[in-house]
């Protein structure tokens, strides 16, 4: 329920900070426990994985750097 909530306060604020939408609902810290953060987060660690990939860097160093599974990392590779 408060992924919503927060995703309807995201999409409703798209000029607002994080910041800014932590202190409107207060989440402070537990706003990284959700699943909205979380899947924005893989999101952004995989497109910049697939960037660090095409600029040359290796498929551990990638995965290392962006603490990802480096399984998801050799399937990225391969697209």
Do not use: C, H, W
């Not at 306060?9 to 699943?35: H, Q, R, W, Y």
């Not at 953060?37 to 995965?63: N, T």
Request: charged share 35%; glycine share 4%.
């Amino acid at each position: 329920m408060l992924a919503f909530i927060q995703s309807i306060v995201v999409n409703k604020f798209p000029e607002l900070s994080k910041e800014e939408i932590e202190a409107m609902i207060n989440l402070g810290d537990d706003i990284e426990k959700t699943g909205y953060y979380q899947s924005v987060k893989k999101e952004v660690s995989l497109k910049a994985a697939k960037k660090l990939l095409e600029e040359g860097d290796s498929i551990e160093r990638v995965a290392k750097v962006l603490d990802l599974d480096i399984e998801e990392v050799r399937k990225l590779a391969q697209k």
